[in-house]
């Protein structure tokens, strides 16, 4: 049998073939590869899915929505012109999903009203990256301006993230751009909204809680007290 080391990195060599595979992937090949993905260790997928979703991205046309969804994982991939952006919200629209929303007044710097946005939310049961994991599930979103990578930083009007309801409920923390591990800043504020984590941000990158479980598993731990209870009452 193989060992757990060698396993790892067979599951990151797989993982990076794929997202090379992704580098001039179709929407096609795109989902075949997150099809595929599935397979790998929870943390691999969840990178190789972020790799899906920018893929998805540059085959999406204006007023379009992809959406490849497995178990664990989930991608969304719109496009619109910068000039629609205010006042939108973008996500895959099913119940319990993630999805952002840009506040009226919302603008892009360094975007013109005819430039094409591609925006991409990625969602994962595991954390993509960091050694420590979120107490749920995670969210990534990217964004491209006419097919090129584009870093959306430094907002005057933030954009919020609602993110899954598995996600849990304490404080918003994301992924540095220096280094792969999660952080908290006065800059993303965390609320509360019908019992599901908002983000409120003004850059973008992978998104998690920490200091609370998902609400699944508040309501088990619920269950479990009053079981208890009722046990000691018989």
Sequence with gaps: ALDATTLATQATSLQTAMTSTLANADADTAKAVADAAAALPAKNAAAT??????ALMKNVAVGQNVVVSKPGLEVAATAASASSLAGASYGSGASCAPY?????GFTLPGTSDTD?????LTKSAA???GTVAPSGSTLTMEVLVNG???????????????LACDAGTGGCQFISAASPTWTASSEVTTSVVNGRTVCTT???TS?????SSPASAVAVSVLVVVLAALVQLV
């Design 127 to 129: 954390a993509p990256y």
């Design 202 to 204: 003004p850059h973008l």
């Design 116 to 120: 094409v946005v591609s925006i991409a």
């Design 100 to 104: 952002a929303e840009l506040a009226d």
């Design 148 to 162: 090129a990578s584009f870093d959306v930083s430094g907002l005057t009007v933030p954009i919020k993230l609602t």
């Design 49 to 54: 899915y972020v790799a899906v979703g920018a």
């Design 207 to 211: 998104f998690g809680t920490f200091g």
